[in-house]
């Protein structure tokens, strides 16, 4: 391409605040490359949708430039492809990986009663005040979900009261002095070492409600502290809140959730118009086959785990259709990847292992994709949530063999058709039952992982911990909301293999693949679940 065609590109890209290390320059010229008669639309739409990300430096190199041309290639592929012989399109063409730190950020205004979209580039290191909107992002999303409830809005003259009476929400500041029966919702704090509180954004009250001599009714889930509860009680002459009953904010539908807010796109990947999630869902009546492979636990260094990653890989090659993508979850190393770990090289080769594995399986390589998650115990930068993809020098063998292989980060988010999957990795089962104030209900369940996913899917988040035992970067704390309810929630634990489909919303473990060699074969389409073992 010319010298005058170059130029042009970088004076563009300059006048943006944009600088192009010579990688990036190469990539967006073999973009525009394609469009020879419409090159400067097609710079004009990769500067647009640069835009969008999340940059760490306005200095770019190739992998953002390459993350944006793949998705512009890909949409272009489904729009130029259209209908398939058998009228439908390609799955590699309806997929969508969504990195968290590409998540966009919208915060409830209570005044305005809407979502507003933050804009403005997010900092790792939050100040005081980022902590502090962290719980206050959290209140306001389950208050405003909870307004809509009708047990617990405020009643309308001349409307009826249901049959559960008047349930209104009260303000904790406002129980000073009053007597009877309130209902409250509030984040259970330990202001205190000992001493919980139940807080809202007015005040905060001494709670009794893990006190055995004070027992309360409660629902399921595990009520740890920093969850958000409902609870009904009576202020007490000593200033403390007798709980009587207590549980967690109803959910909402998601389609009601979906329609309240038509036209923000809370999940990422873009908004649709009403025509485009028709033609989607259209087309996603007919990719019944479509079907994901998750593992969890792939540990690379352990031989008889490759050995049982070699027979579901040569099982699948001769399938007669092929699973459009491979999902594999961390932890990929038996050992943690702490500070006195030094075998980085060796993680690199074992990576590399792999992709010649998977690239030997020709039929695979071709028509599947393949998505690496980090777990905790993973190379990375911390502990801390959300966690950023595995570093380029680890994955570079593996991408060298498989071009088409995604990095992404803890937890990430795909869009297949018109469905929304989450995925997150990390040891939640133990870590709630270890953080539970109080033994859960039995009432409806003893099964620990349906408490779990109680817990995270009213909290809508994917992690209520307290920040002492899960640290969270306090500015991407949206990157753990779970608003609107997806579709599916895959929690990749090294507990027991479960699924459990929770008021619509379809949850499962695939299981510790290294430890007992336990997946899942999932079809999107239908939210079919086949637990599998090898």
């Not at 490359?33 to 306005?58: I, M, T, V, Y």
């Not at 389950?142 to 309308?156: E, I, T």
């Amino acid at each position: 391409m010319s010298n005058a065609m170059r130029n042009k590109v970088q004076k563009k890209f300059k006048m943006r605040g944009y600088t192009l290390k010579i990688e990036a320059l190469s990539e967006v010229l073999g973009f525009i490359r394609r469009f020879p008669e419409a090159e400067d639309e097609a710079l004009d739409l990769l500067l647009d949708e640069l835009h969008h990300l999340s940059l760490k430096s306005s200095i770019l190199d190739k992998e953002p430039v390459q993350r944006v041309v793949s998705l512009l290639l890909e949409a272009e592929a489904a729009v130029e492809e259209g209908p398939t012989s058998s009228g439908y399109g390609s799955a590699a063409s309806a997929l969508r990986i969504i990195d968290a730190f590409d998540f966009p950020k919208f915060q409830y205004d209570p005044i305005k009663k809407l979502f507003l979209k933050y804009t403005g580039k997010l900092p790792i290191h939050g100040d005081a005040s980022a902590k502090v909107m962290l719980y206050r992002d959290r209140f306001l999303l389950l208050f405003q979900r909870l307004s809509r409830d009708p047990h617990f809005s405020r009643p309308v003259f001349g409307s009826n009261i249901s049959d559960y009476g008047s349930c209104q929400i009260s303000p904790i500041q406002s129980l000073v002095g009053q007597t009877g029966k309130r209902w409250v919702m509030g984040l259970i704090s330990q202001l205190e070492d000992g001493h919980f509180y139940l807080e809202d954004l007015t005040a905060a009250y001494l709670l009794p409600l893990f006190a055995y001599s004070h027992p309360c009714q409660i629902t399921t889930g595990f009520f740890a502290e920093n969850t958000i509860v409902l609870a009904e009680g009576e202020m007490l002459l000593d200033g403390i809140f007798q709980v009587k009953t207590c549980g967690f904010p109803p959910l909402e539908d998601r389609e009601k959730s979906v329609t309240t807010f038509a036209g923000i796109d809370f999940f990422g990947g873009g908004s649709l118009t009403k025509e485009e999630t028709l033609r989607l869902a259209e087309q996603e009546r007919g990719a019944v086959n479509d079907m994901f492979v998750i593992l969890s636990d792939v540990w690379l260094d352990n031989e008889e785990t490759m050995e049982k990653l070699e027979t579901i890989l040569s099982g699948y090659e001769n399938e007669n259709v092929v699973p459009s993508l491979f999902v594999f979850m961390g932890n990929f190393s038996s050992h943690p990847c702490n500070l006195s770990f030094n075998s980085y090289s060796s993680i690199r080769s074992q990576f590399g292992k792999l992709g010649k594995m998977i690239a030997a399986h020709q039929r695979l390589k071709d028509h599947s994709r393949f998505l690496f998650i980090p777990g905790p115990d993973d190379i990375g930068p911390s502990n801390v949530l959300p966690r950023c993809s595995l570093p380029k020098y680890i994955t570079e063998e593996l991408q060298n063999h498989i071009p088409n292989a995604v990095f992404a980060s803890n937890p990430c988010r795909i869009k297949f058709y018109t469905q929304e999957i989450v995925f997150f990795r990390q040891d939640m089962l133990y870590r709630m039952r270890r953080s539970c104030l109080m033994p859960p209900s039995t009432e409806e369940t003893s099964d620990p992982f349906e408490h779990l996913v109680a817990t995270i899917t009213h909290q809508s988040h994917l992690c209520p911990l307290p920040l002492s035992i899960q640290p969270i970067i306090w500015n991407f704390d949206h990157c753990l909301h779970l608003y609107p309810t997806p579709h599916t929630i895959v929690l990749g634990d090294k507990s027991e293999q479960k699924a459990f489909k929770y008021t619509g919303i379809t949850c499962f473990n695939p299981g510790s693949f290294s430890n007992d060699f336990t997946f899942v074969a999932y079809r999107p389409c239908s939210q079919e679940v086949e637990l599998s073992a090898v």
